[in-house]
């Protein structure tokens, strides 16, 4: 499957923004097979986790975006979003969506678990 993420940019601390992952999904392979996430990654800093969406479109959030950012998926338009509130300069990242078919629960958290990764959007919050 193809990813392409989009829809970052600059926007001041407590402002929103939406980012957008489309999938180009495999041929035969249900966009609904999947599950997605988002990561970031920072200047210098490792990439980590911020939200997963299972088959069942069960959320799951890293702890300081809880309450913040919400992760969906639209399965007929092969898209998942994740919307942005309340943005802090701390989440200034590329950010990156990634999707699996295979992942278990307990690897949703990791980057390593992931087969397929989108280009990055950069969101840049200002202070």
């Known amino acids: 499957v193809q990813l392409q993420a989009y829809g970052g940019g600059l926007v001041q601390a407590g402002g929103s923004l939406r980012l957008s992952c489309a999938a180009s999904?495999?041929?035969?392979?249900?966009?609904?097979?999947?599950?997605m996430s988002w990561f970031r990654q920072a200047p210098g800093k490792e990439r980590e986790f911020v939200a997963a969406?299972?088959?069942?479109?069960?959320?799951f959030y890293e702890d300081s975006v809880k309450g913040r950012f919400t992760i969906s998926r639209d399965n007929a338009k092969n898209t998942v979003y994740l919307q942005m509130n309340s943005l802090k300069p701390e989440d200034t990242a590329v950010y990156y969506c990634?999707?699996?078919?295979?992942?278990?629960?307990?690897?949703?958290?990791?980057?390593?678990?992931?087969?397929?990764w989108g280009q990055g959007t950069l969101v840049t919050v200002s202070s």
């Open positions: 990634a999707a699996d078919r295979q992942i278990i629960l307990s690897s949703y958290y990791s980057a390593d678990a992931y087969d397929y």
């Open positions: 999904a495999a041929s035969g392979v249900s966009f609904r097979a999947y599950v």
């Open positions: 969406i299972g088959r069942d479109s069960r959320p």
